[in-house]
C-alpha cells in the first residue's frame, strides 16, 4: 500500500443559505493509497458524509478538488461505488436481479453466461447466495446490506465508499457484517473510505483514522495510523494494550479537544407533559 491514487486537495464547501452562503468544509487535504481502509469520524455536523459525497461525485467542491489515478472527479462513476446506511435495494427485485442490475450497468461488457456468474461470485462474497431469489421484504436488515454490499463489489470499483453501513443494525448483524468486511477488504485489497460513528469499529477496520473537527468550516483535526496486524480478531484485541491505546487517542479527540456539547432545554421543552401546569409551561416560556 504505498501509491498514492486517491487525493483530496484544499476541499472546501460552500452551501447556499437565505442568510447567505455556508461554509461546511475548509482546506480538507488526504492522500489515500491504494488498498487503503480509511474511517472518517466526528461529530454530527462535521461533514464527514459531505466528503464522501464529494469523492463520490454527488458534490461538486467549492474550492479545491479530488483526483482518482490522476484524474479529476466532478461527476459520478462507476470506479466509485458507494453504500449507503439505507441498502436502497428495489423491494420489487429479487436480491440477485438487485446486483444484476448494478452489473449490467457497468461498462466492462459480460455475456449472459458472466453476467450470471459474476453476480453470484459477488452474492458469495457475502454469503448470501441461498437468498437469491427472495426479495428485499423477505430479508433480515443484516441480510440486505450484503446486498448492497455484493451490488457495489459487483461494479468492480476502485475505491469503495460506506456512509455508516452498519449504523442501522443490531450490536451481533454489525459484529458479523464487521467481519464479512474485513475478509472481502483482504480478499480483494480494495481501497475503502468509511463514515463511522462506532470509536471500537473504526479501530478494528481501519489503516487510518481521519478525525474531523465540528463544523461549520469543519476540516481534518488528526490522522491516526492503526498499527495493528491483519487479519484482526475482536474478541483478541480487547486485551491488546495498543487496541487500547488507539481507542483512547480517538475518544481523547472526540470527548476532550473536539468537545461538542449539544442544547438540551428545547429538548425537554418538547417533552413537556400534556398535564403540566399552566405555571411551569408559563416559566418555561417567559425562560425561553
Not at 466532478?74 to 461505488?81: K, T, W
Not at 431469489?133 to 476502485?158: F, H, T, W
Not at 454489525?174 to 464479512?180: A, I, K, M, T
Not at 479537544?257 to 417533552?271: A, C, D, G, H, W
Request: with cysteine.
Amino acid at each position: 500500500m504505498n501509491a498514492t491514487h486517491l487525493e483530496l486537495t484544499q476541499v472546501g464547501i460552500d452551501f447556499p443559505t437565505a442568510n447567505g452562503p455556508f461554509n461546511a468544509l475548509t482546506d480538507v487535504n488526504l492522500k489515500i493509497n491504494k488498498g487503503e481502509f480509511i474511517s472518517l469520524i466526528g461529530h454530527s455536523g462535521c461533514g464527514k458524509s459531505t466528503v464522501l459525497n464529494i469523492v463520490a461525485g454527488l458534490y461538486q467542491a467549492s474550492y479545491g478538488g479530488v483526483l482518482l489515478d490522476n484524474l479529476e472527479v466532478n461527476e459520478p462513476g462507476p470506479e466509485r461505488a458507494v453504500v449507503f446506511q439505507n441498502h436502497s435495494l428495489l423491494p420489487w427485485l429479487s436480491v440477485y436481479k438487485n446486483v444484476e442490475l448494478a452489473v449490467k450497468q457497468s461498462p466492462n461488457k459480460r455475456s449472459k453466461i458472466e453476467v450470471k456468474e459474476w453476480v453470484e461470485h459477488n452474492l458469495d462474497l457475502v454469503q448470501m447466495t441461498h437468498a437469491k431469489d427472495k426479495l428485499p421484504s423477505e430479508i433480515s436488515g443484516g441480510m440486505k446490506q450484503r446486498v448492497g454490499i455484493a451490488r457495489a463489489l459487483s461494479m468492480q470499483p476502485k475505491v469503495l465508499l460506506m456512509d455508516e453501513p452498519f449504523g442501522a443494525l443490531d450490536a451481533l448483524t454489525r459484529s458479523h457484517l464487521q467481519d464479512s468486511v474485513m475478509e472481502i477488504h483482504a480478499a480483494l485489497g480494495n481501497t475503502v473510505i468509511m463514515i463511522t460513528h462506532d470509536v471500537d469499529e473504526a479501530v478494528l477496520l481501519s489503516d487510518r483514522i481521519v478525525m474531523m473537527t465540528n463544523g461549520p468550516s469543519a476540516t481534518i483535526g488528526e490522522i491516526l495510523d492503526v498499527d495493528l496486524e491483519r487479519p484482526r480478531n475482536r474478541i483478541a484485541l480487547a486485551d491488546n494494550p495498543s487496541y487500547n491505546k488507539y481507542r483512547h487517542q480517538v475518544l481523547q479527540f472526540l470527548y476532550e479537544k473536539q468537545r461538542k456539547i449539544e442544547p438540551v432545554f428545547s429538548q425537554q421543552k418538547t417533552n413537556e407533559t400534556p398535564h403540566s401546569n399552566k405555571k411551569g409551561a408559563n416559566s418555561a416560556n417567559n425562560a425561553a
